[in-house]
């Protein structure tokens, strides 16, 4: 069983950064990172594989977010530059069963969710 913790998430103003962290114990293979915004569905932000090697960005985030993993750590993370009010919500890391074999966006492929972190970013 795949347990996932999230945090880093705060308040920030537009412009600046914030680095979330995800420590999974049990083994996980693909990751993702996903945003809720009040009254909308939860979106894909970014994703990675177990390697590290392939990395996807939803195209609202590209240029200012990474994700990165530590695989020794067993954690993920998400570099969050240039945030943007838009960019508030509720972020989850989730991860896909461990057979999985790529990045998938659509959230009922990943198998295992964290609580979220709040990120408040104010104007």
């Known amino acids: 069983q795949v347990q996932l913790a999230e945090s880093g998430g705060g308040l920030v103003q537009a412009g600046g950064s914030l680095k979330l962290s995800c420590a999974a114990s049990?083994?996980?293979?693909?990751m993702g990172w996903f945003r809720q915004a009040p009254g909308k569905e939860r979106d894909i932000v970014a994703a990675i594989t177990w390697s590290g090697s392939s990395t996807y960005y939803a195209d609202s985030v590209k240029g200012r977010f990474t994700i990165s993993r530590d695989n020794a750590k067993n954690t993920v993370y998400l570099q969050m530059n240039s945030l943007k009010p838009e960019d508030t919500g509720v972020y989850y890391c989730a991860s896909r069963h461990a057979f999985a074999r790529q990045i998938e966006v659509a959230s009922d492929k990943y198998s295992y969710w964290g609580q979220g972190t709040q990120v408040t970013v104010s104007s």
């Open positions: 049990g083994g996980t293979r693909i």
